[in-house]
């Protein structure tokens, strides 16, 4: 009787343990429906798909079609949170001015972006606003006076303006040491030279996207779609120097698809909705994508994200790719004016 005593409350300690097993299996399938398990160039990665009594693993056709989506408002935040903690420590508040020529809603939208932003972490943002028609003198004096006002450390006039106006003249009035959006002539000079200057905010949010993820750059072939000043122009040296291989495509470009299909890095910057379809990207490419396009009031970019999002090893969306770390490289380019001028005290 003792002998089967025994061997009843094995049993009971048994099926206790196993209940206990199928009912973790039962909490992990709830709260980890899905892990992940793939190999993608010096990465790994883990998927398993739990379910009660089976283990099911991906094949190598479905993890191929996995693809990095590149967070930029995490980016932004974390650059955010750094310089909110640096001007904490500052005794005066530093400080942009922007010039705004004309009433264009796109630009009323994007410059009480910047302003919120500016606000958030602690820099003091002055808009000057005049109508479209205000002589041009009157707005180049106004750029003079910023020049010469202390407690002004950025400069800046937010693109586009109205035609009629000489945006050069405009630009080249801007202090050069005071010029936030690295356009004056002096410092595209100074930055295609290789020597330490301001840079357009968009190509630097492009290179610090790349950073922040360890995408390593030397020796790529970098294919770019789009010429702008802003964004086409300066990336062109900021690769070259960091010993890419560049190739630049812009509207006249024949076959652009032959092209970008060749990119190891592809960024898109043409402004035209869903122009990269997937046949035009290379496998396990890196896809940035810079556009911006209201299309029937639904922000999409220049890439089509839907399906290149499946060939791309990593890849931006919009809105919230590029967008929030152009931001935040303003910040970055105003602190570093204002450290620039505090530092020659």
């Not at 407690?151 to 693109?159: A, D, K, T």
């Not at 220049?302 to 967008?323: C, E, H, L, Q, R």
Request: hydrophobic share 45%; charged share 20%.
């Amino acid at each position: 009787m003792k002998f089967f005593q025994n061997i009843k409350n094995i049993w009971i300690i048994y099926k206790n343990y196993l209940c206990s097993f199928f009912l973790c299996l039962h909490i992990l399938n709830i709260f980890m429906s899905t892990m992940h398990l793939f190999v993608r160039n010096d990465f790994i990665f883990v998927i398993i798909k739990v379910r009660i009594g089976e283990i099911i693993f991906l094949s190598n056709n479905e993890v191929s079609k996995l693809s990095i989506i590149i967070d930029g408002q995490e980016i932004s935040k974390s650059i955010q949170d750094t310089i909110k903690t640096n001007v904490k420590g500052f005794m005066i508040r530093p400080s942009v001015a922007v010039i705004q020529i004309g009433d264009n809603a796109e630009n009323n939208s994007y410059i009480s972006i910047k302003e919120k932003v500016c606000s958030s972490v602690g820099i003091y943002f002055r808009l000057f606003k005049f109508e479209e028609g205000t002589p041009e003198l009157t707005i180049i004096n106004k750029i003079k006076e910023l020049n010469n006002d202390d407690y002004v450390n950025g400069i800046m006039i937010h693109l586009p303006i109205p035609a009629n106006y000489n945006e050069k003249r405009l630009i080249n009035t801007i202090s050069n040491a005071k010029d936030v959006d690295g356009l004056t002539d002096i410092n595209v000079g100074r930055f295609v030279n290789g020597k330490k200057t301001l840079v357009p905010c968009t190509a630097l949010a492009v290179m610090r996207i790349l950073e922040e993820n360890n995408i390593e750059v030397e020796g790529k072939h970098v294919v770019i779609v789009g010429r702008s000043k802003l964004v086409g122009k300066p990336l062109i040296h900021s690769f070259l120097l960091r010993d890419a291989t560049v190739t630049v495509t812009h509207s006249k470009t024949e076959n652009l698809g032959d092209i970008t299909s060749l990119a190891d890095i592809l960024v898109v910057a043409a402004g035209e909705p869903n122009l990269i379809k997937d046949s035009m990207v290379k496998k396990d490419a890196v896809v940035i994508d810079v556009g911006i396009n209201d299309v029937n009031g639904k922000l999409v970019g220049d890439v089509d994200f839907d399906k290149v999002s499946k060939k791309a090893s990593y890849i931006t969306k919009v809105p919230g790719g590029v967008g929030p770390v152009t931001v935040a490289m303003l910040l970055e380019n105003i602190l570093l004016c204002y450290n620039t001028k505090n530092s020659k005290k």
